[in-house]
């Protein structure tokens, strides 16, 4: 953190020193998960964090935000051994689930150390030791044995007592089990595991005590570097998978994935030369190519207004049967206006389109429909959209003190404290990506294209009039739209979204700023350019898309139904 | 010529026996050949030597290295690179002998000047002194052409190839090169400690090889004291990645080094051994090794029987490496080794192997676990281990003998069940033999040996032992030049000088010369040691009934013993007062005659005077012999 800087004094007047601490654990534990197992969706499936106050025998003390265990039972017979399971099963799509436990104490004097670290499913016995019942494994420290679902054990480890730190490592890949004492690694324990098993541990000592690790801290053992040889062992079997038994087959095939992808995203020339030097046929006429491509070039340019008229020419009844299609055309319009950017104004406006025109990157426009094949997800596509998050960064997070910091330094204009409130005020409409705020903070800087001078329209009284006059033709037509067709919630948001622009004295700045970002244009520019090639029957995604969204569905399906080796299959990897 | 021998073997050999290899070199030498005819020169030699060991044979014979080497001095760089491909073909060929690299002095400061102009010339000079690299005499001349400086920013070279060929440059430049290694330690490349960069490349998504040689790298720099063997890269990082490639997963020649190489690592090092006990099911894991060729091999297909074949005496014996440095230190290792599926069946086998390498490594590995108390009296004794080894002691190199002899000496100690069997078996003349060896360890191993036999043995046994030495041997071996034999054959002397009728037995027959050799080894140079045991000796002579009149009647021994009871160290002071404490005895014939004549001689004062002395065990026994003349 920066620390309370002036301007946010406030803010953290309020957070008492201890949790501060708290909080930097918080977000160590999801910096070192998210990077240990980032093909896991959260949402989907949580990681386990501590220790379930809700699923234990009463025999079971938590402490130390649920991380420490203590046994505060009678401990004399094995009726009197108890359990703790963790909050949430271990999520398949880890490939490599790694927790640490520390033996704090081994109990009192004079009995035997019963205690056993290990997996358990839902539901198994908690007045029970790890490992003694079905669906149970577990490996015990009174004598080294590992115990699978047996109340015998065999001869496995050895054995472990105060200080030492015993780590579990499980498989999901191969669905095995491997323990760790103090860093070495102890080899196999239990092969065939099922799913969905959860972090346990179980004592039957007084005073025994052990402090869990799920990631709170750095671990003894180097689990990177056992997941590196797996990811390596994944990527090879990828790259080895036997293809097409007939030659050629296979680069054809790719060929064409290739050059309809081209054709698509109407990069003419280049699919004219890929299709002759790989011996293809191409699928439209150039001129409808390059019509497409003079379409979104104006999308993406910010020039709407010019980008209707163009499409109203060029395909006639195009917007006339897709009313929704024009609405949405003509609420970009409305935001490219406030932007600056849009012919309407610009030709009213004194300002240089030179800082506007340009559209930052053609390799973007290159990834964008990538990107944008709707069954990838959003979090795929934060990481890739750096612009994007940067403005939204500085909308919703500046009621947390560090990322405010951020926000000072790079954007020269002093903030005064009333926005802050307005700001803080509208926080909670955008709770729902605060999640991804944290982590895009280091892009930060990558996508700030802030500048000091930016104005409303450009700046010209008459570019505003003629935006104000547009909102109000839209509003009609939203009005007239919802006589016609009934509601629309989509369009509804779409236009409350783009009216909030104007409530704030700096669009840009504001929580909904992002919508000013040039790469809001691209799923616009999508959207048109799919329905143009609809009206041709030529499909609305191209091929490549498809194989990359249904790559990706393909392994969120197969975290779902556990196979592990989803983890390290990142179809990401592979775009790059 | 050069599209004629690419890929084909038979061409290449035709060529040569055609006498292309002359002309070539001639052309090539020539400087008024162009350069373009010089570099194909160079490609077509290094073309040929591709082929066969034959093929290279020639080529040496030929004189191909001077003419390469030579080539290098030119300034043209592809000509340069050609020569050099073609000299790390032939030098890395097991035919070509390595000294050839050496013999010009001029060669090795050429190449370091040549290293960093390409990444081929990186590649092939790093590759050529890899495998050149084979003696310590090598490994200095290459240190002091500062090697380790030249060839460090290689290992971050962005070529694999490169990177691979400088780490094994440094793995052959540290092995037992207490030097080389020292100075590896303060090496910094790209301001990262070599250390550093080694563990990097041990990482689990690296090239296998490139995993093993980094290991190698820090296991010889440890071993040489570089590196403290508690050092995290160590403990944490070489072990564990030396354990993994003993897995099954690794190919059967990595399996072989990574074994070979753990050995090495924690030989001298009892936590090491202990850590890699209990990693990755180590133990168990090498019971694999001695399953090749294994059944399904031999079905499946016949070249993976015969690749299984040729691996399979090599990863016998680099199991039997690592089980006994594992087995060397811990009681508790030991015990899990021998409880290791049919292990004690395997060394008794591996004993009778053809193969030398695995017939060493078998009993290395009996040897260490020889060294437990209850494994001699347990496993060792139900396995009859026994036998093979006896076996192996008839006829065996050296380097057997000395680890089959010094397994023996275990073997017969005094509560090992072999003791007897083995003494059954005709032991004694064989060790009598091995104390007239040339090697110094083979001597101290046979009379060790024989020393554990006749403690407490039998009187019968105890003879025959003087019997097959021989008195001469025995006085022999009592002036040996190496102080471990004198000791050990001290040790017998007094073995076979305890219980009162085996000392007169003894004395009567062999009085004289003992006598004299105790007078020699009390009137020469040697250290406290060998002195006291002598006295010891002397105590037992004085043991004896008819033995102690030998000293009773020989006056200069007496001043002898007289003058160590008053030496400065207590050791001496105590054997030689326990010696007139048996002199003096009472319960025997004539004590008082000899109580009179010692008293003569001034024993009484002396032995009052230590009364009084600072050690108590002196001042005790001194005061018990007192107690004699008061009686």
């Not at chain 1, 975290?559 to 989803?566: D, N």
């Not at chain 2, 390409?118 to 050529?128: G, V, W």
């Not at chain 2, 002598?534 to 009149?549: P, R």
Request: aromatic residues 6%; charged residues 20%; hydrophobic residues 35%.
């Amino acid at each position: 953190m920066s620390g309370p800087s002036s301007g946010c004094g406030f803010l953290m007047s309020v957070v008492v020193h201890g949790d501060l601490a708290l909080n930097e654990q918080e977000k160590d534990l999801n910096q070192r998960l998210r990077r240990l197992y980032p093909a896991v969706n959260e949402e989907e499936t949580p990681l386990p964090r501590s220790w379930s106050p809700k699923d234990k025998f009463s025999y079971i003390g938590l402490s130390q935000n649920n991380l420490r265990v203590h046994y505060k039972g009678h401990g004399k017979t094995p009726k009197d051994a108890a359990s703790v399971r963790a909050t949430h099963p271990i999520p398949a799509a880890c490939g490599v689930y790694y927790f640490e436990v520390k033996i704090i104490s081994k109990g009192r004097d004079g009995y035997v150390k019963y205690m056993g670290i290990g997996l358990s499913a839902q539901g198994v016995n908690m007045n029970r030791l790890p490992g003694w019942d079905k669906h149970s494994y577990g490996y015990h420290g009174d004598d080294g044995h590992s115990f699978c679902s047996s109340g015998t054990g065999q001869p496995y480890g050895p054995t472990f007592t105060t200080g030492d730190v015993i780590g579990c490592c499980v498989n999901l890949i191969n669905n095995t089990c491997f323990y760790t004492k103090n860093g070495h690694s102890l080899g196999i324990a239990f092969t065939d595991l099922p799913p969905n098993l959860y972090p346990t541990v179980g004592l039957q000592t007084p005073g025994e005590v052990v402090d869990a690790n799920f990631g709170q801290h750095p671990f003894v053992f180097d689990i990177e570097d056992y997941m590196r040889e797996w990811r390596t062992k994944i990527q090879a079997q990828i790259d080895r998978f036997p293809i097409g038994e007939r030659e050629g087959e296979w680069q054809a095939m790719i060929q064409k994935m290739v050059a309809s992808y081209l054709v698509h995203h109407s990069y003419c020339a280049t699919a004219e030369v890929f299709a002759k030097s790989t011996d293809q046929a191409v699928h439209e006429e150039l001129a409808s190519i390059k019509n497409r491509q003079k379409i979104q070039k104006l999308v993406l340019s910010g020039r709407m207004g010019e980008a209707i008229e163009t499409t109203q020419q060029l395909y006639p009844s195009l917007l006339e049967l897709n009313p929704d299609l024009l609405f949405m055309l003509k609420v970009r319009q409305f935001i490219e206006m406030v932007n600056g950017t849009d012919s309407e104004v610009r030709c009213l406006g004194g300002r240089s389109p030179k800082s506007q025109d340009s559209y930052p990157g053609s390799p973007r426009l290159f990834n964008s429909p990538v990107h944008k094949a709707n069954v990838i997800t959003d979090h795929l596509h934060f990481l890739l959209s750096p612009g994007f998050d940067s403005n939204y960064c500085n909308g919703v997070s500046s009621s947390k003190g560090h990322t405010l910091a951020h926000s000072h330094k790079s954007c020269p204009r002093t903030m005064p404290s009333p926005e802050l409130g307005v700001l803080n005020g509208s926080r909670g409409q955008q709770t729902n990506v605060g999640a991804e705020v944290e982590m895009e903070v280091d892009h930060f800087s990558n996508g700030v294209f802030l500048c000091s001078k930016r104005q409303l329209c450009g700046g010209s009284q008459a570019a505003i009039e003629r935006m104000i006059q547009f909102g109000r033709e839209l509003q009609s037509m939203s009005e007239h739209l919802r006589r016609e067709r009934g509601k629309n919630s989509a369009n509804k948001k779409m236009l409350k979204d783009a009216f909030s622009l104007l409530a704030y004295s700096d669009p840009w700045i504001s929580p909904v700023g992002y919508q000013l970002d040039s790469i809001r244009r691209e799923p616009v520019c999508s959207t048109l350019n799919s329905a143009i090639l609809e009206t041709h029957n030529l499909p609305k995604q191209p091929p490549l898309a498809l194989a990359v969204g249904q790559a990706a569905q393909c392994l969120s399906l197969m975290a779902r139904t556990g196979s592990g080796s989803c983890a390290f299959a990142s179809v990401d990897d592979y775009l790059h | 010529m050069k599209n004629a021998v690419i890929g084909n073997n038979k061409q290449k050999a035709n060529l040569i026996v055609l006498g292309a290899v002359p002309r070539l070199l001639y052309l090539l030498q020539q400087s008024s050949s162009s350069l373009e005819l010089r570099t194909e020169c160079a490609v077509v030699l290094g073309s040929l030597a591709m082929g066969t060991e034959n093929n290279i044979k020639s080529l040496v014979d030929c004189h191909i290295i001077p003419a390469l080497l030579q080539g290098l001095l030119c300034s043209d760089l592809i000509f340069i690179e050609a020569c050099l491909r073609c000299l790390r073909t032939v030098f890395i060929s097991p035919v070509t002998p390595v000294q050839l690299l050496y013999t010009d002095p001029t060669v090795i400061p050429h190449l370091m000047s040549l290293l960093s102009r390409s990444r081929h010339t990186k590649e092939y000079i790093t590759q050529i002194f890899a495998h050149c690299c084979k003696t310590p005499e090598h490994q200095t001349v290459l240190f002091n052409h500062s090697a380790i400086q030249n060839i460090a920013p290689l290992l971050i070279s962005p070529s694999d190839k490169v990177r691979m060929q400088a780490l094994k440059c440094f793995s052959v430049l540290a092995y037992e090169n207490t030097q080389v290694s020292m100075t590896l330690v303060n090496v910094l490349v790209d301001g990262e400690q070599l250390s550093q960069v080694f563990v990097r490349m041990m990482q689990r998504d690296k090239p296998i090889e490139m995993q093993l040689t980094a290991a190698k790298c820090l296991t010889y720099m440890c071993r040489a004291g570089a590196i403290r063997t508690d050092d995290n890269c160590i403990i944490l990082k070489t072990l564990p990645c030396l354990v993994r490639m003993c897995s099954k997963e690794r190919l059967l020649e990595e399996r072989v080094e990574g074994a070979e190489t753990l050995a090495y690592l924690m030989e001298p090092d009892v936590e090491l051994q202990r850590i890699a006990s209990f990693t990755d099911h180590l133990v168990s894991m090498l019971a694999d090794y001695f399953k090749y060729p294994s059944s399904v091999s031999a079905i499946t297909d016949i070249k993976r029987l015969d690749h299984d074949l040729k691996h399979a005496h090599e990863l016998r014996q680099a199991a039997f490496k690592l089980y006994a440095s594992l087995g060397s230190n811990d009681e508790d290792i030991r015990k899990k080794i021998t409880e290791t599926e049919n292990m004690m069946d395997r060394i008794v086998s591996g004993l009778s192997e053809s193969s030398i390498k695995v017939r060493l490594a078998a009993v290395r590995c009996l040897h260490s676990l020889s060294r437990s108390v209850q494994q001699l009296r347990t496993s060792f004794h139900d396995h009859a281990v026994w036998k093979p080894l006896m076996k192996l002691l008839q006829n065996a190199p050296d380097e057997v003998l000395v680890m089959a002899s010094s397994t023996l000496c275990n073997l017969l100690l005094e509560f090992s069940p072999s003791k007897e069997p083995i003494l059954d078996s005709g032991v004694i003349e064989l060790l009598c033999s091995l104390t007239q060896s040339d090697s110094p360890a083979l001597r101290v191993n046979g009379i060790w040996a024989l020393m554990n036999m006749a403690f407490q043995a039998d009187q019968k046994v105890k003879v025959e032992i003087v019997r097959a030495l021989g008195t001469e041997q025995l006085f022999r071996l009592l002036s040996d030049p190496d102080t471990n034999v004198l000791m050990k054959t001290l040790g017998l002397l007094r073995n076979l000088l305890s219980t009162r009728p085996h000392i007169d037995q003894i004395m009567s027959s062999h009085g004289k010369q003992i006598m004299q050799a105790v007078t020699l080894i009390l009137e020469g140079e040697h250290s406290i040691e060998v002195k006291e045991q002598t006295l010891c000796i002397l105590a037992n002579i004085a043991d004896g009934n008819t033995a102690k009149e030998l000293i009773m009647t020989n006056d200069d021994m007496l001043q002898k013993i007289k003058y160590y009871m008053g030496h400065s160290n207590v050791k001496l002071q105590l054997a030689a007062t326990f010696c007139i404490s048996n002199l003096i005895w009472n319960e025997e014939d004539g004590s008082q005659e000899r109580q009179d004549k010692l008293k003569d001689m001034g024993f009484v004062d002396i032995l009052h005077k230590l009364t009084q002395a600072s050690d108590p065990n002196l001042c005790d026994r001194a005061k018990t012999a007192m107690q004699q003349y008061l009686a």
